[in-house]
């Protein structure tokens, strides 16, 4: 069993940045591949980014390619996604989920809201 806890969100005006965090309890973090999700208002939650449980590969959306860094510490049990150049349409709860062949967890997301 894994619990994840996501932190960071806020209100950020267009153009500015927060970095989210998740931190995981449980045991064997290390080997969990680890990704962040979000769900805007009346829209399906779609895939942001992922990382490979050693950290060594990572993969983005399109739509954030180029503004968002994900990242993890595997000896703090965390994972975390730096928002940069942020933008209206980035507004969304964003959620934390670890995954380990046909199992997955989710954290209970974290708001996001960026001005225009």
């Known amino acids: 069993q894994v619990q994840l806890v996501e932190s960071g969100g806020g209100l950020v005006q267009a153009g500015g940045s927060l970095r989210l965090s998740c931190v995981a309890s449980?045991?064997?973090?290390?080997?969990?591949?680890m990704g962040w999700f979000r769900q805007a208002p009346g829209k399906e939650r779609e895939f942001v980014a992922r990382?490979?449980?050693?950290?060594?590969?990572?993969d983005y959306a399109d739509s954030v390619k180029g503004r968002f860094t994900i990242s993890r510490d595997n000896t703090q049990s965390t994972v975390s996604l730096q928002m940069d150049d942020l933008k209206p349409e980035d507004t969304a709860v964003y959620y934390c989920?670890?995954?380990?062949?046909?199992?997955?967890?989710w954290g209970q997301g974290t708001q996001v809201t960026v001005s225009s």
């Open positions: 449980g045991r064997a973090f290390s080997t969990y591949n």
């Open positions: 989920n670890a995954r380990k062949y046909s199992t997955t967890y």
């Open positions: 990382i490979s449980s050693s950290g060594d590969n990572t």
